[in-house]
C-alpha cells in the first residue's frame, strides 16, 4: 500500500508551518514516503549559531480596527490575510483551506514530537512520488527527490518575515485560544513557538547521501541517531541539505523578529 508524502509547515503562527516548517508530516510506505533514514557517517552536527535560545516574550498584538472573528469562523481572514502575503497561486496551491490556526497549532506543537497528525496538516501533499535509489545495504534518498520541495521553499524565501510575524501578531488571540484548547495555557503559545523553531534549526546537516533501511514496509534511517530525530527534523533532513538550509535562514528572520 502507497501513502503521499505529506508536507505541512504552517505553524511559526502561520510561519514555522509555512515553513516552516513546516510541521510535515512524511510517511513513506514501499516505494512512497513511509518512514526515511540516514547515514551515520556524513552527519555533522548545526553549528552553535544555529540553534539561538529562546526568549519567552510575548509580542504585543497588533491594534485593529475592526474585531477578530471567532476562531472557528477565521478561515476567510486567515487565508484572505495569507494571500495578500503569499499571493493566491501559492495559498490555493498549498495551503488546506479549513480550519487554518487549530491546524497550525497542533502541527506546530506536535513538530518536536516523533510524530503529527496528518489528518490536522495546514498544508497539502507534496506531489510527485518519493524515490529511492540503490537496492539492499545501499538504499537512499533519490537526489531528484528534493526538487519536489522547490516551489514551497522558493515561496518560504521569498517572504518577508517582518510583515509574516506582523500578520501573526494580529491575529495572536485565535492562536493564544486554538493553544489553550489543546489543554496548554494560553500565555505560554509565544514560548512554545520560539521553542519549536529554535528546536528545527538545531537538526544535524548531514553530507552525502542520506542512507536508508527497509526493514518491513516502512523505510527507516539508517542512523539511529537521526532515526531518533523528531518529526519536524525528520522533515528538514528529507528536504534535502539545499532546501533546509533556505528554510533555516528564514527560521532566524521570524526568530529573531518574533523576540
Known amino acids: 500500500m502507497k501513502k503521499q508524502d505529506s508536507f505541512w509547515l504552517w505553524g511559526v503562527g502561520i510561519a514555522v508551518v509555512l515553513i516552516g516548517a513546516g510541521a510535515a508530516i512524511y510517511h513513506y510506505r514501499g516505494q512512497n514516503p513511509a518512514e526515511t533514514a ?19 516574550v510575548a ?4 491594534p485593529r480596527t475592526i ?17 495578500e502575503i503569499f499571493g493566491g497561486s501559492a495559498v490555493e496551491r498549498f ?5 487554518i490556526v487549530r491546524n497550525a497549532v497542533v502541527t506546530l506543537d506536535n513538530l518536536t514530537r516523533e510524530k503529527t497528525a496528518i489528518q490536522q496538516r495546514p498544508i497539502k501533499p507534496t506531489a510527485g512520488e518519493f524515490v529511492v535509489t540503490g537496492s539492499d545495504d545501499s538504499l ?3 537526489p531528484e527527490n528534493y526538487s519536489r520541495y522547490t516551489p514551497f521553499v522558493m515561496t518560504v524565501q521569498n517572504i518577508d518575515a517582518k510583515t509574516l510575524v506582523g500578520f501573526y501578531r494580529g491575529l495572536q488571540p485565535l492562536f493564544l485560544q486554538a493553544y489553550e484548547d489543546l489543554g496548554h495555557p494560553e500565555d505560554l503559545f509565544n514560548s512554545r ?10 537538526t544535524p546537516d548531514v553530507k552525502g547521501p542520506v542512507r536508508l533501511v527497509q526493514p518491513s514496509v516502512n ?6 541517531q537521526l532515526e531518533a530525530l523528531s518529526a519536524g527534523q525528520k522533515l528538514l533532513l528529507r528536504m534535502g541539505p539545499d532546501n533546509a538550509r533556505i528554510i533555516k535562514a528564514k527560521l532566524r528572520e521570524i526568530q529573531a523578529a518574533l523576540i
Not at 495551503?95 to 480550519?99: A, E, K, T
Not at 523505510?219 to 539511529?224: I, L, N, T, V
Request: net charge negative; hydrophobic share 40%; glycine share 4%.
Open 38 to 56: 540516514e547515514p551515520t557517517a556524513g552527519r555533522t552536527p548545526a553549528p552553535a549559531e544555529d540553534a539561538p535560545r529562546p526568549v519567552a
Open 59 to 62: 509580542p504585543p498584538a497588533a
Open 67 to 83: 474585531p477578530l472573528p471567532a476562531l472557528d469562523e477565521s478561515d476567510a481572514e486567515v487565508q484572505g490575510g495569507l494571500t
Open 95 to 99: 495551503l488546506v483551506p479549513q480550519r
Open 140 to 142: 537512499a534518498i533519490a
Open 193 to 202: 513557538l520560539l521553542e519549536v523553531i529554535d528546536h528545527l534549526l538545531q
Open 219 to 224: 523505510y527507516r534511517f539508517a542512523d539511529p
